[in-house]
C-alpha cells in the first residue's frame, strides 16, 4: 500500500521532497516616491507601506539591500500641478522620478531597478494613454511612451516596464530603445493585466484614479483566460524578456497557462489589494498574517512565477534574516 504520509512524517523529509520554495531573489518590491525631502506618507490604505521623498527611498533602498532584496519597481506620486494632458513631466530629465532613477542607479548600482511606463501617474485624465473626446488613442499615445522609456532607461533603468496595455507598444518601445543604443535595457511587458477591482489602493498611493470613465477597453476582461495567450505571443515576438500577470493570486490560472506556453520567465503582480486585504485580516485577529503572506507568495510560485512583485516582499526578506 502506498502510504504519502511517509513523505510528510519529520520537517527534514518535508523539506527534501519540496517541489517550490520562494526565494528573496525571487522579488521585486515596489516603491513609491513622492516631493520632499525627509518625508513620509503613509498610505492607509496598504498599511506599512509609504510614500517616500528621493532621500527616503535612498534609505529603504540601502536597508533592503543588507536584506538581500535587491530588486525595486518604483513608481511616481505627483501633485495636480505637474499633470498635463501628454504627461510631459514623464520624460523631464529634471523631473522626481527621472532624478531619482539616476539617484538610485549612482548610490546602488548593482540594484535592479524596474521602472513603470504608463501615462496616467503624470496625466490630467488619469489614463494609461492619451485621451481624446473621451476616447483613449493607442497609437497616439505610443510616441508619449517611447520618450518616457527613454528618459528612463537614459537615467539607468534595468527593466522598462509598459504597464499600459495599448496594442503594440513593446515592439515600438523595444525599437526605440535599439535605436538609442539602450539594447541591453529590458523589457518586462505588462502582459495580461486585468480591469481590477484589486488596484484601489494602488491607485490611493498615486493619486492616479481615471477621472472619466474606467480603464475597460485596454485592460483585459476578468473573464478570459485564452485572450492572454493572444497578449502573450504579441509582446514576446514584439521583443518582451518578461511576461507578466496581474494581477496575482486571482488569475493564478493565467499565470500557469503562460509557464505552460512561454519560455521566457513569466512574473506575476502581487498587487495593492491584495495586500492590503491580508492586512486588514490581519489587524482584526482573523488571519496570522505572516503565514497567510508566506503561502500566498507560495502559491504564485507554484503557479509558475519566477518573479514576483509584491509588497510583502521586504516583510519577507525580514523574516528569511530571522
Not at 516631493?35 to 507601506?49: F, N, Q, R, V
Not at 507598444?169 to 495580461?192: K, P
Not at 502559491?299 to 519577507?316: N, Q, T
Request: aromatic share 8%.
Amino acid at each position: 500500500m502506498r502510504r504519502p504520509r511517509r513523505n510528510r512524517k519529520s520537517n527534514t523529509i518535508r523539506n527534501l521532497v519540496r517541489e517550490h520554495e520562494v526565494q528573496v531573489a525571487d522579488l521585486i518590491f515596489p516603491l513609491f516616491v513622492t516631493e520632499g525631502k525627509a518625508s513620509t506618507t503613509p498610505i492607509k490604505s496598504m498599511p506599512g507601506i509609504s510614500r517616500l521623498s528621493p532621500d527616503l527611498i535612498l534609505k529603504e533602498i540601502e536597508s533592503c539591500m543588507k536584506l538581500d532584496l535587491t530588486a525595486f519597481a518604483l513608481f511616481p506620486h505627483l501633485p495636480e500641478s505637474k499633470k498635463d494632458k501628454f504627461a510631459s513631466e514623464s520624460f523631464n530629465p529634471k523631473g522626481l522620478y527621472i532624478k531619482t532613477i539616476k539617484a538610485i542607479k549612482k548610490e546602488f548600482p548593482e540594484c535592479c531597478l524596474m521602472t513603470d511606463v504608463a501615462m496616467d501617474p503624470y496625466s490630467i485624465d488619469g489614463h494609461d494613454g492619451l485621451v481624446e473626446n473621451g476616447e483613449i488613442l493607442n497609437d497616439a499615445t505610443l510616441p508619449i511612451l517611447s520618450r518616457m522609456a527613454l528618459e528612463q532607461a537614459a537615467a539607468g533603468a534595468d527593466i522598462i516596464g509598459p504597464s499600459d496595455m495599448m496594442d503594440g507598444r513593446v515592439g515600438f518601445l523595444r525599437d526605440a530603445l535599439d535605436e538609442q543604443g539602450f539594447e541591453n535595457t529590458s523589457i518586462m511587458a505588462y502582459t495580461a493585466k486585468y480591469a481590477s477591482a484589486f488596484y484601489g489602493p494602488f491607485r490611493d498611493a498615486l493619486d492616479s484614479a481615471p477621472k472619466l470613465g474606467d480603464k475597460k477597453t485596454y485592460q483585459m476582461d476578468p473573464a478570459n483566460q485564452s485572450e492572454a495567450l493572444i497578449e502573450a505571443e504579441l509582446d514576446l515576438v514584439e521583443g518582451a524578456d518578461f511576461l507578466m500577470v496581474k494581477p496575482a493570486l486571482a488569475y493564478l490560472d493565467v499565470i500557469k497557462l503562460l509557464y505552460d506556453n512561454f519560455e521566457v520567465p513569466i512574473a506575476a503582480y502581487n498587487v495593492s489589494g491584495e495586500y492590503a486585504m491580508v492586512k486588514a485580516a490581519t489587524q482584526n485577529g482573523w488571519i496570522d498574517g505572516e503565514k497567510t503572506m508566506q503561502e500566498i507568495l507560495l502559491s504564485i510560485k507554484r503557479a509558475g512565477a519566477k518573479i514576483i512583485l509584491s509588497y510583502f516582499a521586504k516583510e519577507f526578506a525580514i523574516g528569511k534574516k530571522k
